[in-house]
């Protein structure tokens, strides 16, 4: 892989954190009340509008910004949450092995077989429709390739000498792989969450896209792809310019996860 190709990534990523966080701060427009007055408005300078204005007169590129802040956000926590658990389950599974490590495996087969859409439709049922909960959902679902990767590698792991050392010397198994297991894991494991937020970002997408996601007041990618995929004909840059963000956030995240990934193997 070029060497201009991580570093355009990392640049490109970083300016849309920074546009994420910064144009919400710098801009008079909100993200969330209407003004009847600047409706349907094309892109313009003098009035402060860079991108236009949606049906309910809402600044387009405030609400870009604020959806590109809750899709890092919801890409974060779920990705943190996968990783705690896919580690600790993963670790667990590798090491003891045996009938502990079957059963957490048959576990993780099971949930393989569970789709995605219903299981967070339940979810919204039964306790309501809010970010917490779509942290939660994509999360619990996201964590299954990581635990396989981290069983593998916590299986050779435990032939190693220091870890069979540790094991004479009466080190309890805890301690084992909290001390000698878990940091041995850490490089591969930061390499497959990389790879892994991509497709977190693009579950929120597809969620908030059919209404599971972000909810009014709050806006996403996703929520802003689906009003703009209604007015796509009358208002073209309503889905132009959410698309062409998602695409380039998931492109960068996806460069830069390939290139940690070749980086490990060499």
């Known amino acids: 892989m070029s060497k201009s190709l991580p570093r355009a990534s990392l640049g490109l990523l970083a300016f849309l954190v920074l546009a994420a966080l910064?144009?919400?701060?710098?801009?008079?427009?909100?993200?969330f009340v209407p003004d009847w007055a600047h409706a349907d408005l094309p892109p313009q300078w003098t009035a402060g509008h860079l991108l236009?204005?949606?049906d309910l007169g809402r600044d387009l590129l405030v609400r870009l910004a604020w959806?590109?802040?809750?899709?890092?956000?919801?890409?974060?926590?779920a990705s943190l949450i996968s990783l705690a658990i896919g580690l600790t389950w993963g670790v667990i599974a590798g090491y003891l092995g045996g009938r502990t490590d079957a059963l957490l495996m048959r576990i993780v087969d099971v949930l393989y077989s569970v789709p995605l859409t219903p299981f967070v439709i339940v979810l919204t049922v039964l306790f309501?429709?809010?970010?917490?909960l779509l942290f939660i959902a994509i999360g619990a679902v996201s964590w299954l390739?990581?635990?396989?990767?981290?069983?593998g590698q916590a299986r050779s792991l435990r032939q190693r000498e220091f870890v069979v050392a540790a094991e004479i010397a009466g080190v309890g198994a805890a301690r084992i792989m909290w001390r000698h297991i878990v940091p041995n894991l850490i490089g591969?494991?930061?390499?497959?969450?990389?790879?892994?937020?991509?497709?977190?970002?693009?579950?929120?997408?597809f969620l908030s896209y059919l209404g599971l996601g972000a909810q009014s007041p709050l806006t996403s990618l996703g929520?802003?792809?689906?009003?703009?995929?209604?007015?796509?004909?009358?208002?073209?840059?309503?889905?132009v310019c959410p698309a062409v963000t998602l695409i380039l956030l998931v492109w960068c995240c996806n460069r830069i996860g390939d290139w940690l990934?070749?980086?490990?193997a060499a």
């Open 128 to 132: 309501g429709r809010d970010l917490i």
């Open 261 to 264: 990934r070749d980086r490990h």
């Open 223 to 239: 929520v802003m792809l689906s009003d703009g995929a209604a007015q796509m004909r009358a208002r073209p840059l309503l889905l």
């Open 52 to 54: 236009g204005t949606d």
């Open 145 to 151: 390739d990581i635990a396989r990767i981290v069983r």
């Open 67 to 77: 959806s590109l802040r809750i899709s890092l956000l919801v890409a974060l926590a």
């Open 22 to 31: 910064l144009v919400p701060l710098l801009s008079p427009h909100d993200y």
């Open 188 to 205: 591969i494991v930061i390499v497959y969450l990389t790879l892994t937020i991509p497709t977190v970002i693009l579950t929120e997408a």
